[in-house]
């Protein structure tokens, strides 16, 4: 088992565990944006849709609070081992409460403790010099009970979808659609439709959560369609035409039908 620290967008983060839960995970807490799961290895492979993202936790202390001695100290309780990576890395902080440091102190503690205990080049975000694009990602919380130390297993974040080649005006962030998606209770054969698709951001997010219903996606605006079908080109049947002429039968209609329809 691994403790993981999954990020979720505010108000997710209860059915972010009810998916890990379902997946077979056992989410140890629950609080603001973030879930801790003691997760099975399947996890980085099977990560929860609903999820901004995730990170495997190296390191654990109780918060140490407001003063950088405290932190220092707590640093080198929670991080004492860490997996050799020679290759670059960054680290991004962020705490709640009253402290008498700041969120680059903390990455910049971390960052050389990790460097020192896996032969890595930190790269400190303190003089805004954008790391490389090739680098592993460090994420440290203190969330005012607990000090996480945590890395993402994936080059990007979760909530960028592979998928995603275009948006229109208004897409949808995807771990909010996947969350509707979950909240429309989808089932084997259901006929899903929404009817103002855009680039198609709540049919594919569907279809990933519950590949064996079928979808259909519409929208009036032909660059919303040809986004739809670059993001989705199979599986999902995509067509021109008006919400307000359309009727078919369906079992679950999901949608966000932000903007004019006039
Ligand atoms: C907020 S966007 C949908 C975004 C989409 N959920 C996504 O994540 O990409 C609303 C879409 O409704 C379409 N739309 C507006 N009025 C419509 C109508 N009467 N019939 C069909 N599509 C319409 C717009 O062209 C626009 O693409």
Redo the contacts with the bound molecule.
Sequence with gaps: MQLVLVRTVTGLEHLAAEELAVAGHRVVEVSKRQVIVEASPEVVERPPLVADDLFEVYGVAPDPGRTRAGLTAALSEAVRSAPIARGAFAVSASFQGPRNFGRYDVEDLVGERIARLTGGRYHSRRYGVAPPEERSDWRVVLDGKTLWVSRRPYAVPLHRRTWRRQ??R???HPPV?AAMARLAGLAPGHEVLD????????LLEARALEPRARYAG????PA?LEAARANGPEGVKWRR????RVDDPVDRILT??????A
């Design positions: 948006t229109v208004g897409s949808l659609a009817p103002f698709c855009g680039a198609g951001t709540l519409v929208d009036r605006d919303a035409g008006d919400a307000r966000n039908p932000s903007g004019t329809t």
